[in-house]
Structure formats: C-alpha cells, structure tokens
C-alpha cells in the first residue's frame, strides 16, 4: 500500500514538474517617443585626388534634423569637373543642382596616357606542314612451330620423409 502511494504521488510530481516556462513581451514602463529626441545631427567630408591614376572625386554633407544638405564631385573620364549640389528638407524631396567646368576632350585612344587598352587580335602563324617521307622498317622474325614449344608437366610434390630413426640407444 505504501508503493502504491509513491508511485502516485512520483508521477503527479512528475507531471507537475513537466511544465514549461511561458514568455511574454512587454513594452517598457517609461517609453516615450518625441520627434525632437529623434534628431539626427552630423556632418562628414571626404576626397580622393590621386595623379597616377586620375582619380578625383569627393563628398561632403551634413544634416540638422530633417534638413540635410551636401554636395559631391567627380573627374570624368572626358575631361570635365562634374559638381553635384542637393539639399533635402522634410519631405520636399531630394533636390540637386548638377553643374560641369571646363570642356570635354576626346583624344584618340593613342594619345592617352591611362586610356581604356586597345585590343589587337593575335595574328595568326600558319606554315604549311612539310611532308616526311620514311618506309616502315620491315622486322622479319621466323614462326614458332608448334613442335618446338614445351608444355611444362607439372607433377604434385613427394613427401621427402623416411621412417623414424630410433633415437634411443
């Protein structure tokens, strides 16, 4: 009666340990959101002006709330200064003003010095096949007869044993 009582009282233990943790999401007491705590403020610039390749191009722009404001440039490959000056403010939109200086050139691929390379195909080397003339070497060798070819007999081994000597005197 006593094991049965155990057993009973293991097994709704064992039930009752059986339950999983439940987990829930709740949002923070103290969450405000204000558009004035949201502000974003910053201001970067930067400019790559390398001779050798004939890179040069920047960036420089900066944002106070919803305004932001910048501008950027690029050496084009004709010659020209593209400059690019754009503001946003709110949701007006991305305005830009696009402006060049100076005037466009396009030499020949031969006169530039770092120019996108010419591609000549390879010219191709034929020569016509010279002919060879050789016979086959003729190699004469007589047949075997049949007669002369030995069939090896081969026989089962022999015992090599003799009756046993006495070794007792």
Do not use: W
């Given at each position: 009666?006593?094991?049965?009582?155990?057993?009973?009282?293991?097994?709704?233990?064992?039930?009752?340990?059986?339950?999983?943790p439940t987990y829930s999401?709740?949002?923070?007491?103290?969450?405000?959101?204000?558009?004035?705590?949201?502000?974003?403020?910053?201001?970067?610039?930067?400019?790559?002006?390398?001779?050798?390749?004939?890179?040069?191009?920047?960036?420089?722009?900066?944002?106070?709330?919803?305004?932001?404001?910048?501008?950027?440039?690029?050496?084009?490959?004709?010659?020209?200064?593209?400059?690019?000056?754009?503001?946003?403010?709110?949701?007006?939109?991305?305005?830009?003003?696009?402006?060049?200086?100076?005037?466009?050139?396009?030499?020949?691929?031969?006169?530039?010095?770092?120019?996108?390379?010419?591609?000549?195909?390879?010219?191709?080397?034929?020569?016509?096949?010279?002919?060879?003339?050789?016979?086959?070497?003729?190699?004469?060798?007589?047949p075997e007869s049949e007669?002369?070819?030995?069939?090896?007999?081969?026989?089962?081994?022999?015992?090599?044993?003799g009756p046993p000597r006495?070794?007792?005197?």
């Open positions: 009666m006593d094991a049965k009582v155990l057993l009973v009282l293991g097994v709704v233990g064992c039930a009752a340990a059986d339950r999983r999401y709740n949002e923070p007491d103290s969450f405000e959101y204000s558009a004035e705590s949201s502000e974003a403020k910053y201001d970067f610039r930067y400019a790559v002006k390398d001779d050798y390749s004939g890179n040069d191009f920047g960036h420089q722009e900066s944002r106070d709330g919803d305004r932001t404001q910048g501008s950027y440039y690029v050496q084009l490959p004709d010659g020209r200064l593209q400059k690019v000056t754009y503001y946003v403010d709110g949701d007006s939109g991305y305005v830009a003003e696009v402006s060049y200086e100076g005037e466009a050139r396009y030499d020949s691929a031969e006169s530039r010095e770092y120019g996108r390379p010419v591609y000549s195909p390879p010219r191709p080397v034929y020569s016509q096949p010279r002919p060879v003339y050789s016979q086959p070497r003729r190699v004469y060798s007589s007669e002369s070819l030995e069939i090896p007999v081969y026989s089962s081994a022999r015992p090599i044993y006495p070794t007792y005197g």
